[in-house]
């Protein structure tokens, strides 16, 4: 989750004017600065958490590695005050994730037991909780759905489209095989993916990335499901 004004949903409007006290009590859960390099662990899936990190700005990735050797990447973030580890917080479930710090970060860690004892003290700020934890759940919900009902081939196109408009959650990687592995498959089925788009006109392949051929006909593709 962000901490920021929420901008959607039931209490956005309420919380623009509440933000303050939000920022100030979370803030104050902070107990130390902690630098991670690019590659190390802020969290691991697994993991059982017993603070929270929040990471000011910087870039961080995301994935599930499964018993049978596969991986998902959920992507990557450019992070502006996301708080990681708040679902965690209130399930005491183990860290679903692994989330990697793709640059240098600076981030705050907040023990959980600190958190607990704010929140009880504000109460409200459970609220805040929970409304950006619900907007984070849904968005998720949409990427895993979408990724499981879809081909590869949509998906890939419903990205590069999204990508253009700048209203995903996530982004993606620069090397292939983290890109089939965000799409939730092989290199190869990548590669074949990319190539049905290629030959549909829509994309091409430059300088090592997907660029737009046709906008108005991906658009089309992303609304109808279909070639």
């Known amino acids: 989750m962000q901490l920021k004004p929420l901008t959607q949903g039931r209490y956005s409007q309420e919380w623009q004017s509440d933000y303050p006290l939000v920022e100030r009590v979370l803030l104050s859960c902070v107990s130390e600065q902690r630098c991670f390099a690019p590659g190390e662990a802020l969290m691991q899936q697994g993991q059982k958490l017993n603070q929270l990190v929040l990471v000011p700005s910087g870039k961080i990735a995301m994935s599930y590695s499964a018993r049978n050797g596969r991986n998902f990447q ?84 419903y990205d590069l489209y999204h990508q253009q408009l700048d209203d995903l959650p996530v982004s993606g990687f620069n090397k292939g095989y983290l890109e089939a592995e965000r799409f939730g498959t092989t290199a190869r089925v990548y590669r074949r993916a990319i190539q049905s788009l290629e030959d549909a006109g829509l994309v091409r392949r430059s300088k090592g990335k997907l660029e737009i051929m046709d906008l108005k006909a991906l658009q089309d593709f992303v609304e109808q499901g279909e070639l």
């Not at 679903?96 to 023990?111: H, V």
């Not at 805040?128 to 009902?149: E, G, H, W």
Request: contains cysteine; glycine residues 4%.
């Open 74 to 157: 959920l992507g990557t973030l450019k992070c502006d005050s996301q708080l990681f580890g708040e679902m965690e917080f209130f399930t005491q479930y183990p860290c679903q994730l692994d989330i990697l710090a793709e640059t240098t970060l600076t981030c705050g860690i907040i023990p959980a037991d600190k958190l607990q004892q704010a929140l009880g003290e504000h109460p409200r700020l459970a609220l805040f909780f929970a409304s950006a934890i619900a907007i984070d759940y849904q968005d998720t919900v949409d990427i895993f759905t979408r990724r499981m009902l879809y081909p590869i081939s949509y998906n890939i196109a």
